[in-house]
């Protein structure tokens, strides 16, 4: 209980820190698998925000306050993340990830949703949108399962027998997983922000134990790289607008996949962010939010049964 205390504390602070306390819901969903925990802003479309593989909902708090201008935003904490109750870890992880909020989906009558994911998140949006049709769109910024392509820090640590060891949640550690490998460039962060993120971060991932940090990141890849690939014709088959951002100088995630993907994918623009690394949405927030205010612009496509996305 601890450990969930330290998450709600630290997801307040960086909450504050941007400007959010008075604007931002905090939810809880009772599901069969476990309680998923969300934050809510705003009216209007709905845009649901998919985090990576670390930290919560709150990791998009440098742009809930300006999308809850004109939609309705939904945050959620991934299963055994933030403050979510965690699920049976499994292969295909962005699969697993995907079921619960399949339900969450339904129980808050989101329909004709913008799915924004990063990293991991995005991975779980592209699996969110292959099964249900409450998925209208999809922004995926610098995501997982395009390829096999990650770095190799990545590729040696879930080959080691000590993963735990090297997962094992720290202060310093985190700063330096954030600095080195998950951004390029935060000089437009505030000191502050940055240190409270910082905590956040290492406070969610106190919370989901390393136990369940090791088993998700040798899930996630292994020494060939990342486990669950979309296959092309997977991406072929994609009838929702996607868009994709990513960063010029990403760290963790080859811009190669994001290229091949976009020339597969059916509908799909990408934006290249200069000047920043695998998160867009720390690093340079108002290139992500301009590019998922003209995903949201761009006009539906007609499906087979007549209905339109």
Do not use: K
């Amino acid at each position: 209980m601890r450990h969930q205390h330290d998450v709600r504390a630290a997801m307040d602070a960086l909450l504050a820190a941007g400007g959010l306390s008075r604007h931002v819901r905090s939810v809880w969903t009772e599901q069969a698998g476990g309680r998923v925990h969300h934050l809510e802003a705003g009216r209007g479309p709905p845009v649901v925000l998919l985090h990576g593989g670390t930290g919560g909902g709150a990791n998009w708090f440098r742009m809930i306050g300006p999308l809850a201008r004109r939609f309705r935003v939904l945050a959620p904490d991934l299963p055994g993340f933030g403050l979510s109750d965690p699920i049976v870890a499994v292969s295909p992880l962005g699969s697993t990830a995907a079921e619960p909020l399949l339900e969450w989906l339904a129980q808050h009558d989101v329909e004709d949703a913008l799915v924004a994911g990063t990293s991991f998140g995005g991975l779980v949006g592209v699996r969110l949108a292959q099964r249900s049709r409450r998925v209208a769109r999809v922004l995926l910024v610098d995501s997982a399962g395009l390829g096999r392509g990650i770095h190799p820090a990545i590729r040696l640590a879930t080959g080691l027998p000590l993963t735990q060891l090297l997962v094992r949640p720290n202060r310093r550690g985190t700063a330096a997983v954030l600095r080195r490998l998950l951004t390029s460039n935060l000089s437009a962060m505030p000191a502050v922000q940055q240190q409270l993120l910082i905590d956040y971060l290492h406070a969610t991932a106190c919370a989901a134990g390393t136990h369940y940090l090791a088993l998700t990141l040798r899930l996630f890849a292994g020494a060939g790289g990342q486990r669950e690939v979309l296959a092309r014709a997977e991406l072929e088959a994609l009838a929702q607008p996607v868009a994709i951002v990513w960063g010029e100088h990403d760290r963790l995630l080859p811009l190669a996949d994001a290229q091949r993907a976009a020339h597969w994918l059916p509908d799909a623009t990408l934006h290249v962010v200069r000047g920043v690394g695998h998160s867009p949405n720390w690093e340079q927030p108002q290139a992500v939010t301009a590019a998922l205010t003209d995903l949201f612009s761009r006009r539906a496509h007609a499906l087979p049964d007549g209905r339109h996305h």
